[in-house]
């Protein structure tokens, strides 16, 4: 594990690994002990690290991997080679217990984040509708029952500033409350040479408010809500040059810009009592967001795409769960899911045959329900556990497809469609725990994502796409000694893929759409280390290999992608870091903080066809704090040695254009945070 497992009880010098408790089976276990892959991040690491949104996650994860597009519209969260670069995600995310089922959702600011615990492996048996990669859950602070206030602020290179003020208060003697804010604002680093603006600039600001109450000594309430707003004026992607693999400076000359309001309110119920505890969660979430690209990212005028969209989306779930040291331990559940869609997009093309635009309408409405369960037996030194899950979704859009040409418009195409899916979802695990020191285990799990329907359609055949199945099998064990100062934690697994949905392009090469391929495997290792040398000095290393590929895929009658790399997954993964405390012998100043961390990615592809592709590359980080007693400074650096890299990639067929995003420069700048009181 990282360092950060020894730092989740603030910032005491010693802990014991094998007491570091995290909640990814919905019943509360030691880290060491349970059959999964997973790695926690303490707070202390996620402000050492600078982790400001899920994309900073790379490279700390063995084979997680969010290829950046340069925009929150989309972010593509890949664990072991599971993931999409369209459609729902693979890998669910949960806030405070909330689950973010919207792409355009789960990329946003991290301020003021207690934990985040990744899971890789799918976890549909618990958690349920497409977390068939992984999952990804973040934790706020609770309330506590006392009056306190911090602020952090944050400049950098290219004028980032980001300001976040937290306030804690007690309400009464069974209540209290948290709010925090934040503001953040980022100039830019590249230009657009059409009319020298900064495309990669943004705003961010929004409100996280949580309110706990004891209603009585079994019973308690928490109630969540959060808004986020951010604005962005453009996008950073010029034309790729793949013989030299280069690309030109950014230009292009229609206005594009990415807009986004984001809102979040939930509720968590908590009844305890002798033996068992009951959890009710219930939650409503609304994204509007609009979206204008200069598609073709030339001075030309070729193509512009405008996209409104609405998304309001329902959750509700009802587990009830043992809470007794009996050898036998038992949870259950309902659930529930509606989401409710609106997006319009108009397509302007212009041509020598003049001016046209497509416009096209979809209402979309998801319901989903689900029944789980999962059982476990401790015998001796063997841990049994089953779990099956039951999803059930029902699928409808509403089309509509108009078409204006020379000042006539002409009625193309509409109709109404559902689908329906139903799955059920086993998972078997088997732990050997033969001391507190050492883990052993094997598991197998089934992996299961949905159906739905395409976005562009140009094609009856392309209306819909069909649900995606795995088998998952996964070995590993976990060992913690010399006095709890090493940790060393290893697994395989091995993904058996049935109907992989994949993306392609539509014939006329002016959109993108899903299709299935027909088999997939993806198989690999992945190693987490951590030695504490010294009271003061430890490092960590992680590393991950993935060999994911097509097993077979026909792309069309002339185009076989049978054995091709999956696109978008790099070969490997590797993270190292290294932390010194220097004890001040000051009553003013406790001591100076030095972390370095550096993670490297293998080639990866960025299609099916293999054909362009990253070359591997590394990325330095450090961080410099000085602590005193109720505040501390610092200095922060990402991409020390300036290295250059492709963030994103796409092609446009029909331009017979590719296109990519470079990486950032090198960036620093200067922090305080400060309690208030």
């Known amino acids: 594990m990282t360092f950060g497992v020894y730092a989740q009880q603030k910032e005491q010098d010693t802990i014991s690994i094998n007491e570091v408790r995290i909640d990814v089976k919905k019943q509360n276990q030691k880290i060491q002990q349970i059959p999964i892959s997973v790695t926690a991040l303490s707070a202390k690491e996620i402000e050492v690290k600078k982790i400001d949104d899920v994309t900073d996650l790379n490279g700390l994860i063995p084979n997680f991997f969010i290829p950046e597009h340069g925009t929150r519209l989309n972010t593509d969260i890949y664990i072991r080679g599971v993931g999409v670069s369209k459609g729902e995600p693979s890998?669910?995310?949960?806030?405070?217990?909330?689950?973010?089922?919207?792409?355009?959702?789960?990329?946003?600011?991290?301020?003021?984040?207690?934990?985040?615990?990744?899971?890789?492996?799918p976890q549909g048996t618990l958690y349920g509708r497409n977390a068939m990669g992984g999952l990804i859950k973040i934790y706020t602070?609770?309330?506590?029952?006392?009056?306190?206030?911090?602020?952090?602020?944050?400049?950098?290179?290219?004028?980032?500033?980001?300001?976040?003020?937290?306030?804690?208060?007690?309400?009464?003697?069974?209540s209290a409350f948290i709010v925090d804010g934040y503001y953040k604002n980022d100039d830019g680093a590249f230009i657009n040479q059409y009319d020298n603006k900064k495309v990669d600039a943004g705003k961010t600001y929004g409100a996280r408010l949580k309110y706990k109450i004891d209603l009585t000594k079994n019973l308690n309430l928490r109630l969540l809500g959060n808004y986020e707003n951010s604005q962005q004026p453009g996008f950073a992607y010029g034309i790729y040059d793949s013989e030299t693999q280069t690309v030109n400076d950014v230009n292009y000359n229609e206005p594009s810009k990415y807009d986004r309001d984001f809102g979040s309110t939930g509720l968590n119920l908590k009844y305890n009592q002798s033996g068992?505890?009951?959890?009710?969660s219930a939650s409503f979430q609304q994204l509007k967001d609009t979206y204008?690209?200069?598609?073709?990212?030339?001075?030309?005028?070729?193509?512009?795409?405008?996209?409104?969209?609405?998304?309001?989306?329902?959750?509700?779930?009802?587990?009830?769960?043992?809470t007794t040291e009996n050898p036998f331990q038992w949870i259950g559940g309902l659930f529930s899911f509606q989401r409710y869609s609106i997006k319009g997009v108009d397509f302007?093309?212009?041509?020598?045959?003049?001016?046209?635009?497509?416009?096209?309408?979809?209402?979309?409405?998801?319901?989903?329900?689900?029944?789980?369960?999962?059982v476990s037996y401790k015998w001796n030194k063997l841990l049994f556990a089953t779990g099956l899950r039951y999803d059930m979704e029902d699928s409808s859009l509403d089309y509509?497809?108009?078409?204006?040409?020379?000042?006539?418009?002409?009625?193309?195409?509409?109709?109404?469609?559902?689908?329906?899916?139903?799955?059920?979802?086993?998972?078997?695990?088997?732990?050997?725990?033969?001391n507190d020191c050492l883990t052993a285990y094997a598991s197998v799990a089934k992996g299961y994502k949905a159906g739905g329907f395409n976005a562009t359609i140009e094609r009856e055949e392309d209306e819909t796409f069909d649900p995606e199945y795995s088998l998952n099998y996964e070995a590993g064990f976990k060992f913690s000694g010399l006095d709890?100062?090493?940790?060393?934690?290893?697994?395989?697994?091995?993904?058996?893929?049935?109907?992989?949905?994949v993306t392609q392009t539509v014939p006329s090469g002016r959109g993108i759409m899903i299709k299935n391929a027909g088999k997939s495997e993806s198989k690999g290792i992945e190693i987490e280390t951590f030695y504490k040398i010294t009271h003061d000095l430890n490092f960590a290393i992680n590393y991950g290999y993935t060999d994911a590929a097509f097993i077979s895929y026909k792309y069309n009658d002339t185009t076989d992608y049978s054995g091709n790399k999956l696109p978008t997954v790099p070969e490997y993964t590797l993270g190292a870091v290294a932390n010194y405390k220097w004890r001040l012998k000051s009553n003013k100043f406790k001591y100076v903080l030095f972390n370095l961390n550096y993670t490297h990615y293998g080639r990866y592809f960025w299609t099916s066809s293999n054909t362009d592709y990253q070359n591997p590359y590394g990325l330095l980080n450090g961080n410099v704090s000085l602590k005193m007693k109720n505040a501390s400074i610092g200095l922060w650096a990402k991409n020390m040695t300036n290295e250059k890299h492709i963030k994103y990639y796409f092609s446009i067929s029909s331009l017979h254009k590719s296109y990519a995003e470079l990486s950032r420069p090198v960036s620093f700048g200067v922090f305080a945070k400060v309690n208030l009181f």
């Open 348 to 374: 302007t093309i212009n041509s020598s045959r003049g001016k046209m635009n497509i416009i096209k309408d979809y209402d979309q409405d998801i319901k989903a329900y689900a029944a789980f369960g999962q």
């Open 141 to 174: 602070p609770d309330p506590v029952q006392k009056r306190k206030a911090g602020l952090k602020l944050d400049y950098g290179r290219y004028n980032q500033f980001k300001g976040n003020i937290s306030y804690n208060q007690q309400v009464s003697k069974n």
């Open 276 to 280: 068992y505890e009951v959890n009710f």
């Open 91 to 121: 890998v669910g995310i949960y806030v405070d217990d909330i689950p973010y089922f919207d792409r355009g959702a789960i990329n946003f600011e991290f301020a003021n984040i207690k934990k985040i615990e990744v899971l890789r492996g």
């Open 484 to 501: 709890n100062r090493l940790i060393f934690n290893t697994s395989i697994f091995y993904i058996d893929w049935e109907n992989q949905q």
């Open 292 to 322: 204008l690209i200069d598609q073709d990212f030339t001075p030309n005028d070729i193509y512009v795409v405008d996209v409104a969209r609405n998304n309001q989306t329902f959750v509700e779930e009802l587990n009830i769960k043992s």
């Open 400 to 434: 509509n497809y108009d078409l204006l040409m020379g000042g006539r418009e002409i009625h193309k195409d509409d109709f109404v469609h559902s689908l329906n899916f139903g799955q059920v979802l086993p998972k078997f695990s088997l732990t050997y725990l033969p």
